[in-house]
């Protein structure tokens, strides 16, 4: 499945991998096939929850019944609707709108399969008896686990490191009027609601669910706090920071993926809001596109089984374009081409990585089909919490760090950003929308801006952006 990235270190996945095992039992891990266990020292695969397929809507009865057929314990569950509203009078069942219509996932688990094999086997069996829809969309497949831009396993490319006195904040900060009339939505980790009062570029910023800063005890693997923020706290903030410099009057929400929309909760502790079930992310992306914003960023993402388009995702393209809403994800960072979901698609903004000159791509960037255009993502300098941090991966395991309201982080969580930034300042400056923003600005990062082994850029210090 993997296109050989160089490897990561070895204690950062092993690491992480038993602090999946830890918080998340029931997840599994495969080795690089997608469909064999991984045993230690090699790369991993997929992450999907055991026991859990999801089959297309127009296909998932002639899957149960498949399955039924060959001696499997079956249950379809119901989803509950996907609502959206201002008030109780105005509710709109997102599942049924005309351009999801057909499109949302069925649910299906299935008792007593074999662990980490039996999902892909059963997955690959049904695909030889029902093919693909029109846009290559699988009739089944697990019910995939996406990270937050994952390297290795489940981190950015850095953990957060302190600022020194010679580092600068980045981006520059454009003119105060710059992004007026837009609206961007953040899909993360949450806000850091303080940090508003820390730094004027974060003013009038908005959140859904508050990004706490430590309610979590990593060495424990329990709801407590331990008196360190918890690893990925701050992460939305980072990214809101970002955008805000580039369009300091957009209007702008930090929304938190972990949330489920649909009120269907897993019942398991996350040691951080770095795990987020496939189904969940395209239910924020719809409420956002709905509710008016035409800008989502988002930096989260992962691989699936046999490199499919998750089934989760189906109808999400006629869905944006219904609202001129335009998606700008993460292309990940493991060094490989291999698709990373959502950045893959063709209707995405995918964004890799460029070192800290702005001239190369970032050792840890995903390239090829995740990576439509390429910022600055590495030593990005912003916003970011109060307090201590302990560090979490080798070799800095048990490393106190001490953060007073900025860090530095590097990733192509944080390279997305600038140009979702960009999109909201070019659709203020130009009056055009957002799907009309994207297409100006890859064609002037095509032919302007496409750096010899590299490919198309976008940097805020470009002067013919039309910002």
Known sequence: MKSN???????????????????????????ASGGQPREAGQPFGILFREGQLIARADVADEVARLLQGRGHQVVVHDTQPLQAGIADTDRVDLDRAQE????????????????????????????ESIG???????AISPQHVFSFTPHGVLCPATEPAEVS??????????????????SVAVLDTGFIRSASGHFFWLHGITDVDPDPLDHF?????????????DPYTGHGTFIAGIIRRIAPATDLQVRRLDIDLRQILS????????????????????????????????????????????????GMA????????????????????????????????????LDATSTAVADYSNTGVNANVFARGSDIVNAYACGDYECFQPPDVGTTRHFHGLAKWSGTSFSTPIVAGLVAARMAAQNETAPAAVAALLAVAAASHDLPGVGPTLVPEYTDLGI
């Open 100 to 127: 999801m219509g057909g499109h949302v996932p069925t649910l299906l688990t299935i008792a007593e399969c074999e662990p980490i094999r039996g999902i892909p086997e059963i997955c690959r069996l049904v695909r």
């Open 165 to 182: 006195r010679k580092d600068r904040i980045y981006p520059a900060i454009r003119d105060e009027k710059a992004g007026a009339g837009t």
């Open 217 to 229: 005890n990593l060495g424990a693997m329990s709801d407590t706090p331990d008196g360190f923020i």
């Open 267 to 314: 019942g398991s502790p996350s040691y951080s809001a770095d795990i987020v079930d496939e189904m969940r992310i395209p239910d924020h992306v719809r409420r956002a596109a709905w509710q008016g914003y035409p800008v989502i960023s988002l930096s989260a993402g992962g691989y699936t089984l046999d490199d499919l388009p998750p089934i989760s995702f189906r």
């Open 318 to 353: 006629k869905a944006l374009a219904r609202h001129q809403s335009v998606l700008v994800a993460a292309a990940g960072n493991d060094s490989s081409s291999d698709p990373f979901w959502p950045a893959a698609f063709d209707w995405t903004v995918g964004v890799g990585a």
């Open 5 to 31: 990235p160089p490897d990561p270190d070895p204690q950062i996945l092993e690491h992480q991998l038993g602090l999946i095992a830890a918080a998340h039992p029931n997840i599994a891990v495969t080795d």
């Open 132 to 138: 693909p829809d029109d846009e290559g969309f699988p």
